[in-house]
C-alpha cells in the first residue's frame, strides 16, 4: 500500500462553468475532477485497502435511532443467526420507505479518531479540507462560507441502499451534499443508482455510478440510491459528503 498520493484536481477545470449548471438546476455533475493519476490512486485505495464497517439504522428503546457501525469482527462474533435478525429489521424499516444499508469508512470519524495511523486515507480527508478542494466547491455552489468538507468512503455491496430521503442540516451548516465516484464499468442494470424524485415521487433524474465524477447537489432535494442488484459484477465505491459552513473547529 503506497504511504503517500499525489492528491490534485484536474488543473483543467473551470468552476466557472458549472456555477451556472448548480444555480440553475441545484445539481450538476463534473466529469474527470482529479488528475488521473489521483483518481487512480483514490480507486486502489478504496478497493483494496480499507477495513469496510456495516452501516445501518436501528430504533432504540426511546425511540430515537442508533446507527450500527459493525466491522468484520463484530458480524463475526455475533452469529449467523443474530445477524440475520437484524438484517430482517431492516428489511422490514425499508418497506416503510427508511433505511440503509451499506459499507462505509468513516473518514472524518476515524481521522479525528486516529484510527489507522499512517494510512493514506487520511491524506484524502485533509485534501477534501484543503483550500484547493473548499475553493472549487465554494465557486461552484456561490457559498464563500464554506469551511470544511464531511466524507464517508462508502461501499454498496449487492443488496446495499438508501432509500429516498432528504437530508437535515441545511438551515444549520450543510450548504451542499458531494458524491464522488470511483466506480469503474458500471451496469444500469445492476442497480445503484443516484435517483431523484420530483413532488410526485416519479423519477426526475438518475444517474449511473461512475468513475472520476463529482456530483454536487442540493440535500433538500429527494434522493435515494437504488439497491445493488443481485448479480451485480462489482461494488459500488465512492466518497460522499457535504460542504458545510459551521465554524472551523465545531
Known sequence: MANEIELRLNPGLDP?????????????????????????????????????RLVFPEPTPGGRENVAILSQ?????????????????VMQRAQNNYGYLYQAYPMIQAYISGWDPGHPIHQVTEFLNSPEFLEFGRAVIGADT???????ATLYARGNFLTRHTDEGHDLERRAAYTIGLTRKWEPDWGGLLTFFDENLDISRA???????LSIFDGRMMHSVSPVSPFAGTGRYQITGWFRDDPVGG
Open 16 to 52: 466557472a462553468a458549472f456555477a451556472p449548471v448548480y444555480a440553475r438546476d441545484k445539481l450538476v455533475r463534473i466529469p474527470d475532477v482529479f488528475a488521473p493519476e489521483t483518481a487512480e490512486a483514490i480507486e486502489q485505495l478504496l478497493a483494496r485497502h480499507l477495513k469496510w
Open 146 to 152: 464554506i469551511t470544511k468538507a464531511d466524507a464517508q
Open 73 to 89: 469482527e463484530d458480524i463475526a462474533s455475533m452469529g449467523r443467526q443474530a445477524m440475520a435478525e437484524r438484517m430482517q429489521a
Open 207 to 213: 444517474f449511473v455510478p461512475r468513475f472520476n465524477v
